[in-house]
C-alpha cells in the first residue's frame, strides 16, 4: 500500500491539501479521527468535550479511541489502495502527547502503519491563526 500522510498545525490547509492531493493521484482519502464507530466517539470527545476528559482515565481513552480508529481503517484498506492521511501518528504524538507520558503514547501506536512519506505543511502561525478565528474550536484547538 502506498500511504501519504498529511500533518502541519491547525489552519496550516491539511484538509484542503490532502483532498487535492488525493484527487489528482485518484487515492483514498481518510482523516483522522475517521468514520469507525471509536472514531466517531473522538471526533464527538473532541467538538463537545465531557468533564471527564480532564482526569488521566479520560486522556487515555482519547489516546486509545485514536489508535483504534486507526487499526480500523487500516484494516478496512484494500493493500492496493494509494491513501492520502489528513493526520496520522505524529499529531497523536503532540495531541495526546501533551496530557500523557510520551513512551506510552509512542508504545500504543507502535503498530500504526508508517507512511511511505509525510508531508509537513508550514504554515506562520499568525496566518494559521487567521485562517482559523472563524472556525468552531474544539477541545486541542482552544
Not at 500522510?5 to 484527487?23: C, Q, V
Not at 471509536?38 to 488521566?56: D, H, K, V
Request: net charge neutral; with cysteine.
Amino acid at each position: 500500500m502506498r500511504f501519504i500522510a498529511i500533518e502541519g498545525i491547525d489552519g496550516s490547509g491539511k484538509t484542503t491539501f490532502a483532498k487535492a492531493l488525493a484527487s489528482s493521484l485518484k487515492a483514498v482519502y481518510i482523516c483522522q479521527p475517521g468514520n469507525t464507530p471509536p472514531g466517531r466517539l473522538a471526533r464527538e470527545l473532541i467538538s463537545n468535550p465531557r468533564p471527564f476528559l480532564g482526569t488521566p482515565e479520560g486522556k487515555d481513552l482519547m489516546t486509545m479511541l485514536m489508535a483504534c480508529d486507526r487499526s480500523i481503517q487500516n484494516m478496512e484498506l484494500d493493500p492496493g489502495d494509494m491513501v492520502v492521511c489528513d493526520r496520522h501518528v505524529l499529531s497523536s504524538y503532540v495531541y495526546q502527547g501533551i496530557d500523557n507520558d510520551e513512551g506510552w503514547v509512542y508504545n500504543v501506536h507502535r503498530n500504526a502503519r508508517r507512511p511511505c512519506l509525510t508531508v509537513l505543511l508550514d504554515i506562520g502561525i499568525y496566518e494559521a491563526m487567521g485562517r482559523m478565528a472563524f472556525k468552531k474550536k474544539d477541545r486541542y484547538e482552544n
